[in-house]
């Protein structure tokens, strides 16, 4: 089975358990998802499927929207509500937090920051996950990236939870926004509930439940994205026999696409994708990745 499918993710489970159930419900063996999901969050998981996991380079640098809830008072060495309390605890009732103070300590979260990933994350350090690192008590030592808080807003406080709404270019973490929000208010502070709502261009209105999948039983490729649609910035073109069959040698095609654009999709009908070609110079393309061969 060769697709796009969107995954609306439960909590508890990690990335990797969401790609076998997948397989074992499509039967499907080549799967990968786009952009790991924490185990405590829910949402959205785009994962391509047979041959289309050679398309996972070009999205690569797609943004992503959450909403959540920030819960003030303690931190925890996960920065997430999953972790062991780290540091100080404070009451909720001893707080005097109000959401003018919450707003103001959020606003200089927003647009190009450095951002220190968490310690237990799947960050490598000498090829070895950080995570695996931090649960065996070895140092930790990981390097600020800079990335870029497009939108960030605190929406609401409820005696010592916040709920927000965040959208995150990629390599972004919202727990370490929750953590290092808490250290700017000086009382602490974890990331307690975490939904993607949004990954590139896909969102929950496409996504399938795990349970929703497996009822469609032998026609699970309904569930699978129009491929037209996917990477909306390549305008798609069909090629004919001639051109296919050049293409799927590696051969330099010709190809009836007059726009600047500098890659391009090349279907053999409406939705068989053929690859991705780069422009040579005017209507010329040099195969990047070829879907059949």
Not at 85 to 113: M, S
Not at 189 to 205: E, I, K, N, P, W
Request: charged content about 20%; proline content about 4%.
């Amino acid at each position: 089975m060769n697709g796009l499918l969107v995954i609306d993710k439960s909590g508890g489970m990690t990335s990797h358990d969401v790609v076998s159930r997948v397989r074992r419900i499509t039967g499907e063996k080549s799967v990968g998802h786009l952009g790991t999901l924490d185990p405590m969050a829910t949402g959205v998981l785009p994962l391509l499927l047979g041959k289309y996991t050679r398309l996972a380079q070009f999205f690569s640098t797609a943004e992503k929207t959450y909403a959540g809830t920030i819960r003030f008072g303690f931190a925890t060495d996960t920065y997430d509500f999953e972790g062991q309390v780290a540091g100080l605890v404070t009451n909720a009732a001893d707080l005097y937090l109000t959401l003018d103070q919450v707003r103001a300590a959020a606003a200089p979260f927003r647009g190009e920051i450095d951002q220190m990933p968490p310690a237990f994350s799947a960050k490598k350090i000498n090829g070895q996950p950080a995570y695996k690192l931090a649960r065996e008590g070895k140092p930790v030592e990981l390097k600020t990236k800079t990335i870029c808080i497009h939108h960030f807003s605190i929406d609401a406080l409820v005696t010592d939870t916040a709920t927000f709404q965040i959208t995150v270019s990629a390599g972004g973490y919202v727990r370490s926004v929750a953590h290092e929000l808490g250290q700017a208010l000086g009382c602490g502070a974890h990331l307690s509930s975490l939904r993607r709502t949004r990954a590139g261009v896909f969102d929950l209105s496409q996504a399938w439940t795990l349970a929703a999948l497996m009822e469609l039983g032998l026609d699970t490729e309904r569930a699978l994205l129009h491929p037209r649609t996917l990477l909306p910035e390549m305008p798609s073109v069909t090629a004919d026999a001639t051109a296919l069959g050049r293409m799927r040698n590696g051969a330099q095609v010709n190809l009836a696409e007059f726009t600047d654009a500098a890659t391009v999709k090349i279907f053999a009908g409406q939705k068989d994708l053929a690859g991705i070609g780069k422009r040579v110079a005017g209507t010329l393309f040099q195969p990047m990745v070829v879907m059949n061969g």
